[in-house]
């Protein structure tokens, strides 16, 4: 695939690259004209005939050759650059000529040095990385301990000073001591977003515990699993969702209600805590073996990462950070704990209000919200929302969790007030949160932003498919290093293995780097491009999701033959899932949705299903995803199309109507669920307005 300034090319003429070697004789050297030297004269083209094109002639004893390109998708900078690559090729390939291709360099030493070296010059000594992050919020505490730190409610009605968020925590604390909770003990943690969960969250530090976040949302089989996983010995949840936490065998429930009340008096001291590689959370990912992996995460690679971002835009206590990530969703520890060292004041969305793009703008408002952040899909959905005009509180507009779009970026600035800024992070949760930062500026509009370039004590690397080092513009999988990589995956010793390898190019002792499965590229200028992936994981919405582990729980179902999970794109944008299923027997749309739904969560269960006769295969006899994307929509089967009971009232009419307008089905039954019909949070946003 040829990778451009312009980004990746979609249709291309029969071939885009050619190279001509002209080794025949020319006319030149056959015609005699007295006290006349000839040679040949290369012809300048005003057109290039194909993308790229590169020709040699053999004028005698020498080798003369030319590069044209189209200037529609190059910069004079990258065809320069492609010639120099060229040239270093053919000179290793002289001078070693027993190498095999694909061990021959491109980078010349000094390039060599500048991806590895100079663009990874992130050292940065920030005070307080030696600390453990309760320990960093509890310092804030002494400093302004009558301040208000959190507020919940619709009103903004309940809330916690710093000096009482302290003093629960370190209730807490003390009694899940008594329960046997250490260094190193993973403590799962079942809580809505409130005052309790914060609470909850810094007792479980205190104690020198790891939280597990356990969403109350997920079904019970996967909060069974991921409690069984991490060993949990003690399961802290909310008494009003004593309903929806699974049947365990050997974990003890406690109630985070009863067990946070504090008592008359400053709480004991919680002596030999945790330190700073000890582990801070385990945060579950889909997996490709078909259940979910643990990410096992320390306070050195989170504290570093808090204390770059008070040093990158820092934070006072006239600020105000809305909380609406789930806290199973990595970015919420910037949003919880990033806020709370900082001394500003943590407003806690009310649960499941960071699907409702109204709510958000009218929060905004009326809390003075300073700092936010969005998933893109839910930024875009954000961007179609009255009122923003009054956001003017607002100073930072964070983005992650996916690839951002230009025409976001565009809506973003037509939308919001002058002066607000839209900040493209990336990093997946094996990075202790980011990795990277990209401003979006106006001088970007029109072009895919990039990812941007480390973050302080961060560490970038793109390499090729036998692990060397790759020049600018030349995509490659991302590898990334620093403070920030995680300790390795719970229980898996043998995916660590794969995925955290050591570190090929220098003698750090210990070091290691994650591979991402990301596939990127260099600009000239040292930041980075998303370009996609190098296997088949998918993001929807901001959650990362492996396909296999959806394809592994519809081959449970007794009536599937072949599975397989593809994300679709709709004309707004939005992607979704689309199970491809092979029946073996009689099935419909509605029992593979329930069989899914019954051990994924919902952001897992695809949006809609195609039954199809076979699976198309590509030549090498693998599943070809594409072709699955692109022959899906006419095989699409959707519940309730079949049997759709018309509406019979004007209302029934009107939101009949609705749904098939934001759904783009032909037409709704009065009995069809929204969900069922393939509806998403963000679309239901869209109904709603």
Not at 128 to 151: D, K
Not at 301 to 326: E, I
Not at 617 to 625: E, H, I, W, Y
Request: proline fraction near 7%.
């Amino acid at each position: 695939e040829l990778v451009t300034e312009r980004g990746s090319l979609e249709h291309s003429p029969l071939f885009q690259v050619m190279l001509a070697v002209q080794n025949t004789p020319t006319v030149a050297e056959g015609v005699v004209a007295p006290g006349l030297e000839l040679r040949p004269v290369a012809a300048e083209s005003a057109t290039a005939k194909f993308e790229l094109s590169l020709g040699f002639a053999l004028l005698g004893e020498e080798l003369t050759g030319g590069l044209e390109y189209n200037t529609d998708l190059f910069d004079a900078s990258t065809a320069e650059r492609l010639a120099r690559h060229f040239a270093r090729l053919l000179e290793v390939a002289m001078a070693a000529p027993e190498m095999a291709w694909p061990e021959l360099p491109l980078l010349d030493r000094s390039e060599e040095q500048q991806v590895l070296l100079e663009w990874n010059d992130t050292e940065a000594a920030y005070p307080g990385s030696g600390r453990c992050l309760h320990e960093l919020v509890f310092e804030q505490a002494e400093r302004a301990p009558e301040a208000v730190a959190v507020v919940a409610g619709e009103e903004g009605e309940e809330h916690l000073t710093h000096a009482g968020l302290r003093r629960r925590a370190g209730w807490l604390a003390h009694r899940l001591r008594g329960l046997g909770v250490g260094r190193e003990v993973p403590v799962a943690l079942c809580a809505e977003r409130s005052l309790e969960m914060v609470v909850g969250l810094l007792g479980i530090l205190e104690a020198g515990g790891a939280y597990v976040p356990l969403d109350p949302d997920y079904p019970a089989d996967r909060l069974a699993f991921m409690v069984e996983d991490a060993a949990a010995p003690l399961l802290l949840a909310q008494r009003h969702l004593v309903d929806r936490l699974p049947e365990l065998r050997g974990v003890r429930i406690v109630f985070l209600d009863e067990l946070a009340r504090p008592e008359a008096g400053a709480p004991p001291a919680v002596p030999d805590g945790a330190g700073p590689d000890h582990l801070l959370y385990v945060i579950y990912t889909s997996g490709s073996t078909g259940r979910p992996k643990g990410v096992m995460v320390r306070h050195r690679g989170v504290v570093n990462r808090l204390l770059w971002a008070a040093h990158a835009y820092p934070v006072t206590a006239a600020d105000r950070v809305l909380q609406k990530a789930p806290f199973s969703f990595d970015f919420s520890v910037w949003e919880c704990f990033g806020t709370l060292l900082s001394g500003a004041r943590l407003v806690l969305a009310r649960p499941g209000g960071q699907r409702d793009g109204a709510y958000l703008a009218r929060t905004v408002v009326e809390q003075g919200i300073t700092l936010l952040h969005f998933v893109p899909a839910m930024l875009q959905a954000f961007l179609e929302e009255e009122g923003l005009d009054g956001c003017r509180s607002l100073r930072f507009v964070f983005s992650g969790g996916d690839a951002l779009a230009s025409e976001t970026v565009e809506r973003f600035q037509a939308r919001m007030p002058a002066g607000v800024l839209l900040r493209n992070q990336y990093g997946p949760t094996e990075i202790s949160i980011d990795v990277t930062e990209w401003i979006c500026r106006e001088e970007r509009t029109g072009r895919t932003p990039p990812i941007g370039r480390p973050l302080g004590n961060g560490r970038v690397y793109v390499t090729g498919p036998n692990g060397e080092l790759v020049p600018v513009g030349v995509a490659g999988e991302l590898l990334l290093g620093g403070v920030g990589v995680a300790r390795g995956y719970l229980g898996r010793p043998d995916l660590t293995a794969e995925r955290f390898v050591p570190f090929p190019w220098q003698d750090e002792a210990g070091a290691r780097l994650y591979r991402t499965g990301d596939r990127v590229r260099l600009l000239a200028d040292g930041n980075l491009e998303f370009l996609g992936r190098v296997d088949h994981q998918v993001k929807i919405r901001g959650y990362r999701i492996e396909p296999a582990e959806i394809e592994a729980v519809l081959a449970l179902h007794p009536a599937v033959r072949e599975a397989a999970v593809v994300v679709r794109q709709d004309a707004a944008g939005l992607r979704s899932l689309l199970g491809c299923v092979v029946p073996g027997a009689a099935v419909n749309a509605e029992e593979l949705r329930a069989a899914v739904r019954g051990t994924l969560p919902d952001y897992m269960v695809p949006g809609a299903f195609a039954l199809l006769e076979a699976l198309p295969l590509t030549p090498s006899g693998k599943v070809d995803r594409k072709a699955l994307e692109r022959m899906a929509p006419a095989r699409e089967e959707r519940a309730g199309e079949a049997e759709a009971v018309a509406p019979r009232t004007p209302s029934e009419e009107i939101l009949a109507s609705i749904f098939a307008e934001v759904l783009r089905h032909e037409r709704v039954g009065i009995h069809d669920g929204f969900f069922d019909l393939g509806g998403h949070s963000l679309l239901a946003t869209q109904v709603v307005s």
